[in-house]
């Protein structure tokens, strides 16, 4: 195969991934939970040039900055030891998640990208192991090669992958308050907490023993354990990242301003949940019967977008040229 085109979403996490035990191999010091959306598609094609001697990168339709087009040719490059060549590509993106502001691009950039570089390289990889490939572009791209709710299991290169599990039926309303891009890099943030965060071994040990939890509730489909476990791991993240020296504030007035309501809907009898990545945009975690009147109630703070739980990420083509 010389060309292939690959779709992946979002994911949002409930139970959070923050901070890497190795940075080479991207490990978390624990593992995650998240929700595959159904909404901001990326779709990747990767395409094998012979006469190349750099990769080159677009992203919707513009040359991609030397950070991001540095991300994409190291990836490749773990793609080109895997297939035993040196061949380079040209690798075009489109995408409407609102990159930088905390709705995970690079989860679905990298889940895409894995997806069709894989393909185009001729690897023939199962679902764990594509899962692996994503994970070494963007620790969260893990998930978002599954379908739905995702686990991804911190250990070591070979076990660290996502794979789904089930659970209840819910819905997300995204409530964007900010488009602009956020002015630390979650991989800087990360890097940060670790090395300057008095909270970090507490994070670290209480984050894998509340995924238990978490996992737990997914498999009694209970919305209500998993919904408080979800605005409780996302307070405790952004506590964590704030704890850092210098200090990082992901949220702005506007996202507390969606917390303080999602606690007045709990108090009106509307069980929803609000969390939020590292961006100052919130995700509110609803029941699906609910969804529309809190994004309603919610659209004051920004637009408000419901979302269901999103697929694998996939092959759309591949071919020679
Ligand atoms: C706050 O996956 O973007 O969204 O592995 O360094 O690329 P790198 O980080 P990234 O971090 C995501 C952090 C988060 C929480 C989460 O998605 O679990």
Redesign the pocket.
């Known amino acids: 195969m010389t060309r292939a085109t690959g779709v992946a979403h979002p994911n949002i996490?409930l139970v959070?991934?923050?901070e890497k035990r190795d940075e080479r191999l991207?490990l978390p010091v624990a593992g995650?939970l998240?929700l595959t959306l159904d909404a901001y598609p990326t779709t990747t094609t990767v395409e094998l040039d012979e006469t190349l001697d750099a990769d080159t990168f677009t992203l919707n339709g513009a040359a991609g900055d030397e950070t991001q087009t540095g991300r994409v040719t190291r990836f490749l490059d773990l793609v080109r030891e895997l297939a035993e060549t040196d061949t380079r590509a040209h690798v075009s993106s489109s995408s409407d998640v609102p990159t930088g502001a905390g709705l995970?691009s690079?989860?679905a950039g990298f889940a895409a990208l894995a997806v069709s570089a894989a393909a185009a390289f001729g690897l023939d990889l199962d679902a764990p192991a594509l899962s692996r490939l994503a994970r070494r572009g963007?620790?969260?791209?893990s998930r978002s090669i599954v379908s739905g709710y995702a686990v991804w299991h911190a250990g070591d290169d070979e076990a660290s992958f996502a794979e789904g599990v089930t659970g209840p039926d819910t819905r997300m309303v995204v409530v964007t308050v900010d488009r602009s891009t956020k002015a630390v890099s979650?991989?800087e943030a990360?890097k940060r907490t670790a090395l300057t965060s008095p909270y970090h071994d507490a994070w670290a040990s209480s984050t894998a023993e509340i995924l238990e939890v978490a996992l737990e509730a997914c498999r009694d489909d209970d919305y209500t354990r998993l919904g408080r476990i979800t605005e409780l791991h996302a307070l405790r993240?952004h506590a964590h990242i704030q704890s850092a020296d210098p200090p990082i504030r992901y949220l702005r007035a506007a996202s507390i301003a969606v917390f303080d309501d999602v606690e007045r809907l709990r108090a009106e009898g509307i069980e929803c949940y609000a969390t939020a990545?590292?961006g100052p945009n919130v995700v509110v975690l609803t029941l699906p019967g609910d969804a529309a009147a809190v994004a309603e109630r919610l659209a004051v703070h920004g637009t408000t977008t419901v979302v269901g739980p999103g697929p694998a990420a996939s092959l759309v083509s591949a071919g020679a040229e």
């Open positions: 996490a959070k991934y923050w991207i995650s998240s995970a690079s989860a963007s620790g969260s791209a979650s991989r990360m993240m990545d590292a």
